[in-house]
Each structure stands twice: as C-alpha cells, then as structure tokens.
C-alpha cells in the first residue's frame, strides 16, 4: 500500500515539474546544509537560548526561552505574548525576558544563544546608536 502513496506522490512531483515550477521548487532546496547541534556550557555555567516568532514583518509576535545548565538539563522556560512590532525586537524582548529571569533565578554565569543574526550583531554593538531598537539593546 505504501509504495502506491509513493508513486502518487513521484507522479505528481513529476506533473509540477513538467508544468514550468522547477525553477521555482529548485528556489527551495538549500544550495548548503549547515549542520547545527546544541553544545553543553561550560562547568558552573548556564545556557539560553532565545527565539522571536512572528507572522509577518511586522505582525503580531512572541518570545520564548529556555534555560539549560552543563549537564544539558531543562531549568527554565518562558513563552510570551508580545503584540505588534517586528521580528527584530521579538528577538530582543526573548533576550530579555531570558536575561531577566535567569538573573532573578540567580544565575550570574550565563551563555546566550540566538538565530538572529541582527541581534546578535546588536548586542556585540556592532550597529549604530541610532537604531531604532538601540533602546532594547541596552536593556539587556
């Protein structure tokens, strides 16, 4: 049964392709994969790990954390609501959310992990003063 599901499925893959949408189904399939894995902290040490959501720039959008220690162990989590901005300042409201509550949890030794790239860059003050989230930035 199972091999008729595949050649439904090979049959249509073929039909779309046919039909001129190679080129735009090739747009979809990565030209390289990264290999990603999350990596234990130091001794003594915590990680965080953040991430912004949202459903359009802007749109409605949330954060949400979580807190692991060296042994890879679940600590803490967090998931809010956040309203209407853009994807941008959801991630930076997950850092700070983050930030805040391992703070209020004691931890002093934190390592922060996020996707975003221009969050990061902002972080490390790699952006000008006049950033729209220079605010947010230094809040964390």
């Not at 030209?31 to 990596?39: L, P, S, T």
């Not at 162990?73 to 930030?99: K, P, Q, Y």
Request: proline share 3%; charged share 20%; net charge positive.
């Amino acid at each position: 049964m199972a091999g008729h599901h595949l050649m439904a499925i090979w049959g249509l893959t073929k039909d779309i392709m046919g039909a001129g949408f190679h080129e735009e189904i090739n747009t979809l399939i990565p030209k390289k994969i990264n290999v990603v894995e999350w990596k234990y902290p130091p001794q003594d040490w915590m990680k965080l790990n953040v991430d912004g959501c949202s459903k359009g720039n802007p749109s409605l959008v949330a954060a949400r954390g979580l807190i692991r220690d060296c042994m890879g162990s679940w600590i803490r989590g967090f998931a809010i609501n956040i309203g209407v901005c853009t994807s941008v300042r959801a991630e930076l409201w997950a850092v700070i959310t983050g930030l805040e509550l391992a703070w209020l949890l004691g931890f002093r030794k934190i390592i922060l992990e996020s996707d975003s790239l221009v969050v990061v860059g902002l972080l490390l003050k790699q952006s000008v003063k006049t950033d729209a989230n220079f605010a947010l930035v230094n809040r964390a």
